[in-house]
Nanobody, 128 residues
Framework: QVHLEESGGGLVQAGGSLRLSCAAS????????MGWFRQAPWKEREFVAV????????YYLDSVKGRFTISRDNAKNTVALQMNSLKPEDTAVYYC?????????????????????WGQGTQVTVSS
């Protein structure tokens, strides 16, 4: 079992920055690929970013490339999402998710159905 808890959301003006954090419980955190998803009102939950268990493979939603950076610290069981140059369309509830990789560093899932565990989410609101 893995318990995930997000923090760092809030209200920010367009062009501003926020850093989301996700704290994970469980001794096997380092073997999990970690993803960030978001869900805006009346929309489907969408993939934002993923990082391999080893931390050296990342993928991003096209619209956040160059603005968002995902990172992890396996010693502290945390994953972060640094969000810069925020836009009103980034407004959503952001969720952290974990997927066991059985040791495969190349497994970096982007579909929400592939994830085993989810946090409760943190609200990000970007005003124009």
């Amino acid at each position: 079992q893995v318990h995930l808890e997000e923090s760092g959301g809030g209200l920010v003006q367009a062009g501003g920055s926020l850093r989301l954090s996700c704290a994970a419980s469980g001794r096997t955190f380092s073997t999990y690929a970690m993803g960030w998803f978001r869900q805006a009102p009346w929309k489907e939950r969408e993939f934002v970013a993923v990082i391999s268990w080893s931390g050296d493979i990342t993928y991003y939603l096209d619209s956040v490339k160059g603005r968002f950076t995902i990172s992890r610290d396996n010693a502290k069981n945390t994953v972060a999402l640094q969000m810069n140059s925020l836009k009103p369309e980034d407004t959503a509830v952001y969720y952290c998710a974990a997927r066991s990789t059985l040791g495969s560093r190349f497994y970096v899932p982007k579909a929400k159905d592939e994830y085993d565990y989810w946090g409760q989410g943190t609200q990000v609101t970007v005003s124009s």
